[in-house]
């Protein structure tokens, strides 16, 4: 597999360089919507160690830190990890405004929290900005159940470079997909002029039986009563016939004949005679196949 190497990813004695899991006691600064018993009770099981249960915990901190020290707790255990890591701009969000009847302009630095929170600026540059991406993969690899997934948003700075890394950290064979999300709003690349539309979302699964439940929303009523008209006798299943001749007949791989009729169509043989085994196959009255599309899949 080629690998790729950044300053830094191995030490003096060619180790590779592991991420930091110092594990840290955290501290509650504040408990939102809580009543006084609620209070009174958790207090009472800190006193005694438990930690007790809880929801929707907003944790300050250093990503260093915080993720070695929920690794007791979660490690194996979370279903889905979506991430929004800096991008590597090099921004460090100050902020500067025109000052009204005047052509002074006001620019507020970041402070020091804000630097250390928000900026996108890195001491080596790639490879300092690679080494964290990298020690942050792999720690959240470790708190994905078998069938988790982690979804990773970036854009066109470093999202080819992160892509390696992750296929490193994760496994090439547990990529799953790339989202591309496409801006309603293009902004112009400083270095070109020219539009930058997308960001992208890289897909990756702790194994390769990863959990996926495919969003659907409800068919418009007048739509269903219109199309989905048929009715499979044997399990009762509302369905509606789907054309199987490809609209491109440029696809000599894909033509042959088929119940008797020769057409191009939108899948192998191989797969035809898959849909044709599971039931998913009906014939016009000439014997040309069709595809059984059912309502409750729609």
Not at 4 to 23: C, E, M, N, T
Request: proline share 6%; aromatic share 12%.
């Amino acid at each position: 597999m080629t690998e790729l190497v950044w300053d830094g990813k191995y030490d003096k004695d060619g180790r590779r360089v592991a991420p930091v899991k110092i594990a840290l006691p955290f501290q509650t600064v504040e408990t939102v919507n809580e009543s006084g018993v609620q209070r009174a009770n958790q207090l009472g099981l800190w006193a005694q160690g438990d930690p007790g249960e809880w929801r929707n915990r907003l944790i300050w901190g250093d990503k260093k830190y915080v993720l070695p020290s929920l690794l007791p707790e979660f490690a194996g255990k979370v279903n889905l990890i979506y991430i929004d890591p800096p991008f590597d701009t090099g921004a460090d969000f100050s902020f500067t405004t025109s000052i009204p009847d005047s052509d002074d302009l006001f620019t507020k630095p970041p402070s020091m929290i804000e630097q250390k929170a928000y900026r996108d600026t890195w001491g080596r540059g790639l490879d300092s900005y690679l080494q964290w991406f990298y020690e942050t993969a792999e720690l959240l690899r470790d708190f994905l159940t078998d069938s988790g997934t982690v979804y990773v948003h970036l854009d066109w700075h470093v999202a080819h470079y992160a892509k390696v890394a992750l296929d490193e950290s994760f496994g090439a064979d547990c990529f799953l997909n790339e989202v591309i999300w496409v801006r309603s709003a293009p902004r112009s690349n400083v270095k070109l002029g020219m539009p930058a539309g997308h960001d992208t979302i890289l897909i990756y699964s702790r194994s390769e039986a990863p959990t996926w439940n495919r969003p659907m929303t409800d068919l418009r009523a007048e739509y269903v009563e219109s199309h989905y008209t048929q009715v499979e006798p044997e399990t009762g299943r509302t369905f509606r016939t789907d054309n199987m001749v490809n609209p491109n007949p440029d696809r000599p791989n894909l033509k042959y004949e088929w119940n008797g009729v020769t057409r191009v169509w939108k899948v192998t043989r191989e797969n035809m005679q898959r849909l044709h085994d599971q039931g998913r196959l009906v014939y016009s009255s000439q014997g040309v196949a069709q595809f059984k599309r059912y309502l409750d899949e729609s």
